[in-house]
């Protein structure tokens, strides 16, 4: 047991016996320690820094390493990120433990995004799956992992609704639905979380970035938000709702300002709706240094101002802002703060190191044999290889080329992606090994037969420098040698398969691009090879949906199969030659061109849809309307037959719910898994509602030959809407319910609702 323990324990038996209340044990520790903290223990306790050294030796001379040092034996330090491993968060851990005067267990975070050291596929591509089971392992793999590194806490999922493909950090979200990211960030809370926080296999997790981040102008990095409050309740905010009622710990506000306003200093967020409106009791982070700069989006007179603003409005942890440490003391003094919001800032804080158990254990994470066994271990590499193969995307299967024979004679594997090991690796990777994915060269190789002749030729270069988190990335130009050697190796070949797509460093923070077709000459190589008439499988690797309409038109077959992780070319060879029949479907729309973006399936009617044989109607005169591959669609090697969908009856009372079903039989050559997808449309609204909203599905394994009855009902929350005022609204009228396979493949039934 801890010092705070003892010193709390004590206090705590004087007070049952003294005063007997029906407050939580959790609520009594936490009020008691409150209580025996001075102003500047608090404060601290709500000051987060980066490591500016390896924990696990002494700290450098220089005065700012040596500062945080003494901030941490001081207790003016509440959490850490960004160090990690079992030995270097116990010799963090001692330090402030042995060392401060309550002894306070600091709370380290990290970003584990998409796994610790074992990559599970970026969440873009998790997302394809259409599953939260899948989604939910892939955060208990990466949980594990994480907290046998000794980490408490990550900053995930991020579940920002992206529908602009030039915005790098799609990669990290669930893509252009709020239902569809709504049900998988929940599972990814529970996958990180369980159902016990203080076991040892879980972590906190943290819903980012609230709010309306991705909706930065031009898709461009932390570009100014102009959205109206429409939007915002009924696209963006039902996520953080979601996993908000399903209890997630933490929330980190975002970078970009609503309505003039920063998100780090917005009350109404994190105050009125966050803690208020929505019961929240966890605590709320900024994003690195997004306190700073409340001053330079020109909110905040200085730092000091920008503490308080920061403060007021409801973020209660400073990540490397160093605003709250220096200056909310002060702001109390001068009673600009009310000491009121520091003590419930601390009380959130606290409350999250008791369920982590800390209290009881500071070190309780950080056991290096548990982290041997754990961390990269064949279990882990397994379980991504499971989620990898249900995240990809099947987009195109001419003349059913694919699954391939193992026994093929020869295959030319072309590309720079083919024999690529880091690029599968994602972005956001935390401690992955470089260079340690199965590449997809030697995924085939591991696949086929022995006898089956492989020729691999990159082609050409597609990143030459900047392949890191930090730099820009510089592209290579067409290579006369390479090009020749992968028409050679196409030649001398009966199949090619192509891996193109984006280097890992393509997407992610501070990646937006104004150009999202294939970068290098990467369109050139492709060319030569598609002349010589050979039957092309074209295998993407990318962070964000790619404009690839020539491609599309002339390839024999596309798998896209994202940034698959530490597994990706075995499971991408698992799919390639049928040993999983792919069941992906997209979670984002597929522009023809990046002047479509914002692209997104779920937009609003307009008065003029449709040509009236001139002009004046909605639309491009150089492209269509319509996404190249739409959300919510991907193929299978199998044929899925649906009959004819039906309600229980036509008109509704307002308090009845609706009661939706379909058959649906496997009448192909494979057994394969099926996404059943329900849209709705409010056709005659107060406020106008887009033409489909996706509202159910369902995934189910079909057999050769089976046919099963899909069942769904939706009520009143489904049907229902927000106002830009945020009030929740169900009306009377008439309703559309599309039933289908994507977005666009389906059948309408029509039904109303009367008072």
Not at 276 to 292: E, L, N, P, R, T
Not at 401 to 420: E, F, M, R, T, Y
Not at 632 to 659: C, H, I, P, R
Request: hydrophobic share 40%.
């Amino acid at each position: 047991m801890t010092r705070v323990m003892l010193i709390i324990a004590g206090c705590l038996l004087l007070s049952a016996c003294n005063n007997p209340s029906t407050k939580s044990e959790e609520d009594r520790f936490v009020d008691q320690l409150l209580s025996k903290m001075s102003l500047e223990e608090k404060i601290g306790q709500m000051n987060q820094y980066a490591s500016h050294w390896e924990m696990t030796g002494p700290a450098p001379k220089n005065s700012s390493a040596q500062k945080r040092l003494e901030e941490i034996k001081n207790g003016d330090v509440g959490s850490m990120l960004n160090v990690a491993g079992a030995k270097a968060t116990y010799e963090a851990q001692k330090l402030a433990v042995e060392n401060s005067r309550l002894g306070i267990p600091l709370l380290f975070a990290y970003d584990v995004i998409h796994g610790y050291k074992t990559m599970t596929p970026i969440p873009l591509a998790e997302a394809c799956a259409w599953d939260p089971e899948i989604s939910k392992l892939a955060s208990q793999l990466a949980a594990r992992e994480a907290s046998a590194a000794g980490l408490h806490w990550t900053f995930a999922p991020m579940m920002d609704v992206g529908r602009d493909a030039r915005w790098g950090r799609v990669m990290e979200g669930c893509g252009e639905d709020p239902y569809l990211t709504s049900v998988l960030s929940v599972a990814r809370v529970k996958g990180f979380e369980g159902n016990d926080l203080s076991k040892e296999n879980s972590i906190a997790a943290c819903a980012k970035h609230f709010a309306a981040y991705a909706f930065a102008e031009a898709g461009r990095e932390y570009n100014t938000v102009d959205i109206g409050t429409y939007s915002l309740h009924n696209i963006t905010l039902p996520p953080f709702k979601a996993v908000a009622d399903a209890g997630v710990s933490t929330f980190m506000n975002s970078f970009n300002i609503i309505n003039g306003t920063p998100s780090t200093a917005n009350p109404y967020l994190q105050r009125e709706l966050l803690k208020g409106d929505w019961d929240f009791d966890g605590f709320v982070v900024s994003d690195w240094a997004s306190i700073k700069e409340i001053v330079i989006h020109g909110a905040a007179e200085d730092l000091k101002h920008a503490a308080e603003l920061s403060l007021k409005a409801g973020s209660d942890m400073d990540m490397e802002s160093n605003a709250y440490l220096p200056y909310l003391k002060e702001l109390v003094q001068e009673g600009k703060v009310d000491e009121a919001l520091i003590d419930d800032a601390v009380r959130r804080i606290l409350k999250l190191k008791y369920r982590l158990g800390l209290f009881n254990d500071p070190y309780k994470y950080s056991n290096e044999e548990r982290e041997k066994e754990i961390v990269y271990s064949n279990e882990s590499k397994e379980q991504t290889r499971k989620i990898a193969r249900h995240s990809m995307v099947l987009l195109k299967n001419q003349d059913h080329l694919l699954p391939l024979s193992k026994n093929a004679k020869s295959i030319a594997v072309i590309g720079p992606l083919a024999n690529d090991k880091n690029s599968p690796l994602g972005n956001w990777r935390a401690q992955a090994i470089k260079n340690s994915a199965v590449s997809l060269l030697e995924g085939i190789k591991n696949a086929v037969n022995p006898t089956t002749e492989i020729k691999f030729a990159k082609g050409c270069d597609l990143a030459v420098s900047g392949r890191n988190f930090l730099n820009e990335l510089v592209f290579a130009n067409a290579d006369a040698k390479e090009m020749d050697k992968a028409v050679a190796a196409a030649q001398e070949s009966d199949l090619v398969i192509m891996a193109l797509g984006e280097d890992s460093f393509q997407s992610g923070e501070g990646r937006s691009q104004t150009d999202i077709r294939l970068k290098g000459a990467q369109m050139e190589l492709y060319n030569k090879i598609r002349k010589l008439n050979k039957k092309i499988v074209v295998v993407l690797m990318n962070g964000r949906p790619l404009a690839i309409p020539e491609i599309a038109e002339s390839a024999d077959a596309i798998l896209e199969t994202w940034f698959a992780g530490s597994e990706a070319g075995n499971a991408i060879a698992d799919v390639l030659f049928g040993d999983f029949n792919p069941s992906g479907k997209l979670s984002m729309s597929f522009p023809f061109n990046v002047g479509q973006c914002p692209i997104y399936y779920n937009h609003m009617n307009t008065g003029r849809p449709t040509s009236a044989g001139n002009v004046f109607w909605s639309h491009y005169t150089d492209a269509p309307n319509d996404a190249l591959f739409p959300f919510g669609y991907g193929l299978s090697y199998t044929k899925f037959e649906y009959g004819k969908a039906s309600t229980d009856k036509e008109v509704y009372k307002m308090d009845e719910s609706v009661k939706l079903k379909v058959k649906v039989k496997n009448t192909g050559k494979f057994a394969g898994e099926e996404v059943v997808q329900v849209y709705i449309q409010d056709q005659a609204a107060t406020y106008v509602r887009p033409t489909k909203e996706l509202k159910a599905f369902n995934k189910q394994n079909y057999q050769v030959g089976e046919e099963k009855e899909i069942t769904f009902t939706l009520d009143q929350s489904d049907l229902g809407y927000y106002s830009p005022e945020g009030e929740f609204l169900f009306e009377a009228g008439l309703y559309h319910i599309y039933v289908g396979t994507n977005s666009k493949d389906v059948q309408k039934i029509s039904l109303k609702f009367t008072e």
